[in-house]
């Protein structure tokens, strides 16, 4: 429902376009009450201002069956390592005393000159092969959005650009209607990156009879060569003093097999994952959403599986395995995993992956969209800015990071950080 009426509660100016000379306080841009939908509205932009939210922030996230990347300490990691040189905008949202919806946003500047863009997005939206999203139920989101396109307007923003979003998260269309009847239009809304998604069936057997009669025959015949090297056993980390340890043994073994293939591999492409994984493996963890799984024969670590557990969905971050072993030892144990905790859904993240689509994954599209403030020139700044990046993408990405680098050989590098926060 459109808002009709936004007074301020804490404030004496209403939310909507700020003078030239107004400053924001330091730690809430706005606070809000929409009379026709009963929202009380928040924007807060110092972390340390959200830590009494952790619980119901993260019981909202379960209530509504949104991914961990949309939780608390999900998204405070996660700024920790990638928020520099941005301006924290989490929207929050209580109708009465409860807590009903949580959109995690920055703002950021890129470009110079007559290519400058100033940008709303979400927490998450790079350094990394995750999706993001916001945690609001579905009969929310327009009013959300209302307030949320509001405030990004008073703040001068170009765009909101929303995404990648999960391919299976119905509010992603909801949230692109919504947007189209605010002071944004919608530049595109568009589905991109495949997104690979895998039903968990209520026994092991289950998954086994639901393969293809090739790949029934691959699986057992890669278990039971695995059975040949010797004793085999299938355990998940459990004692917080090993997290650590688990992580780097997990990491080198990634690296490893990424290495011998000519690639620099997960943890040396994407600048500061290491210490970005380490810490939310340690947090997680304490949260009992970690799964580390370890796959073991004749006393030697032959494969392992990183993956997180929120609610009856699990997150397969990464495997890792020795040469000798199939991807399929791997993934076999994630799946007994995923059934042992009650699991319904494994999101096997971003890209298309032949050998996953053979395991019974379904391959859908993440959503991406992208907002602008009305008229001609104001859609053309993001328009135009999306068709840069995506030029920017081609060229550096596809033609010289994935193909011609690796064919002369030269040394790997990280990612470029351009590339990656111009993304759009």
Known sequence: MKADVLDRVDAPARVGPRPASTTPPPTMLATANCRSCDLDHQVVTNWQNLDTLRGEWDDLALSLQSD???????????????????????????????????????????????????????????????????????????????????????????????????????????????????????????????????????????????????????????????????????????????????????????????????????????????????????????????LLTEITAAESTVAMEYSYQFGTRMHWILGARVPNVSGRIGFAALMRQAIDRGATRIDALRGYYEYKRLLGASCIQQREILAARPGLLRRARPAGFSCASQLLDCVYYRMWFSRIRPRLGLPGRPLSRLWIRTRL
């Open 68 to 290: 961990v990347y949309a939780t608390f300490d999900w998204c405070r990691i996660w700024w920790q390592y990638y928020g520099n040189k941005r301006e924290l905008a989490v929207h929050v949202f209580r109708q009465g005393p409860t807590l009903c919806a949580v959109v995690p946003m920055f703002l950021e500047t890129l470009g110079a000159g007559p290519a400058r863009i100033r940008l709303a997005r979400l927490i998450g939206c790079d350094h990394s092969v995750t999706t993001c999203g916001l945690v609001t139920a579905p009969d929310q989101i327009p009013a959300v959005m209302n307030f949320v396109a509001r405030e990004c307007f008073a703040a001068d923003c170009d765009a909101l650009q929303l995404g990648p979003m999960s391919g299976d998260d119905s509010s992603a269309t909801a949230v692109a209607s919504a947007l189209a009847q605010t002071a944004f239009s919608v530049v595109k809304a568009v589905d991109r990156h495949p997104h690979m998604l895998f039903d968990v069936p209520p026994t092991f057997d289950a998954f086994v009879e639901q393969l293809s009669t090739k790949e029934r025959r691959n699986l057992r015949r890669d278990e039971r060569k695995l059975d040949e090297l010797g004793f085999v056993t299938r355990t998940s980390l459990t004692d917080a003093s090993d997290v650590t340890r688990g992580m780097d043994q997990f990491i080198a073994l990634h690296q490893q097999h990424w290495r011998a293939q000519g690639q620099l591999g997960h943890f040396d492409d994407w600048p500061q994952s290491r210490p970005f994984h380490h810490a939310m493996a340690q947090r997680q963890h304490a949260k009992n959403r970690l």
